[in-house]
């Protein structure tokens, strides 16, 4: 039955076109159940013209956040659409964000789907950093993949370097190999537009990617490149959360969203 879920889940993404917007929850065949997706009732402070309307095709919308959103009104966002959430956890091999534990269960019992996110340091061997990762994230059957969030940190006070592709791609798989192994979850990747091209990511076989583009559409920011997650702004307005956020859009159905939640879920 996985395979199947996998199977159908690929040649729905694959399809060509926008998804037929709905509202019916679905239930998957195993796992418990999928609360109903909400419409997303956001606002954006600075659309970006050449995309703005489209993210509105996909009907499950979502965030990602750290403490710099501060205390967060879960039951109101999710109220409001917060179907999904990626929440910051750990940084490099010595940060933790400080908020992180209070949204965790904050979302998990405002029927948020939420995963926790790793932001990457290359000043550090990518085990050490799955390892930190690992200690400060619970195994949670329930979560959403973990992720690995990996671009180019040019205003670090401290990492600024710029390895090569190869060596990019190489950190990433151990870091990638170290949390499946872990959480029986293979990691969602996240990266930027100028990260993603410079070092050929595209390369990487299996990822479910989650792809930032605030100027563009996706098939002209990655063409040929199939995604899991788009976060489309960092200006989001969101009732429940203060100030901007970034905003995500998942790239399917409802009845997509609640094959690709069933077939993600530890065996």
């Given at each position: ?15 060509c ?5 709905t ?20 606002d ?23 403490r710099f ?10 109220a ?26 904050g979302?998990?019992s ?6 926790a ?6 000043c ?20 959403l993949p973990?992720?690995?969030d990996?671009e180019?940190t040019?205003?670090?006070p ?6 090569d592709?190869?060596t ?22 996240y990266?930027t537009?100028?990260?993603?091209h410079?070092?050929?990511l ?13 100027a ?15 976060q489309?702004t ?27 939640l069933?077939?993600r879920?530890?065996g």
């Amino acid at each position: 039955m996985t395979r199947l879920i996998l199977l159908t889940l690929c040649l729905a993404l694959t399809a060509c076109g926008g998804y037929r917007q709905t509202r019916v929850a679905v239930q998957p065949d195993a796992g418990g159940p999928v609360a109903a997706v909400r419409p997303a009732n956001f606002d954006d402070t600075d659309p970006h013209p050449d995309i703005e309307g489209i993210p509105r095709r996909y009907p499950v919308h979502g965030v990602d956040l750290s403490r710099f959103q501060g205390t967060v009104d879960w039951p109101m966002a999710r109220a409001n659409g917060v179907n999904f959430a990626f929440l910051k956890a750990t940084e490099g091999g010595d940060a933790v964000d400080p908020v992180f534990d209070a949204n965790w269960t904050g979302t998990a019992s405002a029927g948020v789907a939420r995963g926790a996110y790793h932001v990457f340091y290359h000043c550090r061997p990518a085990i050490e950093q799955a390892r930190w990762f690992i200690a400060h994230v619970p195994r949670d059957a329930s979560a959403l993949p973990p992720v690995l969030d990996i671009e180019w940190t040019p205003t670090s006070p401290t990492c600024r370097i710029r390895r090569d592709a190869a060596t990019i791609r190489s950190e990433a798989a151990i870091f990638v190999r170290a949390l499946t192994q872990h959480y029986g979850q293979r990691p969602v990747l996240y990266t930027t537009l100028d990260f993603y091209h410079d070092n050929d990511l595209g390369r990487v076989g299996g990822a479910d990617f989650w792809l930032r583009s605030v100027a563009a559409p996706m098939h002209e920011a990655y063409p040929g490149q199939l995604w899991s997650f788009w976060q489309y702004t960092s200006t989001g307005l969101v009732p429940g959360i203060t100030g901007p956020v970034d905003l995500n859009a998942f790239a399917g159905s409802v009845q997509d969203w609640a094959l690709w939640l069933a077939s993600r879920r530890p065996g």
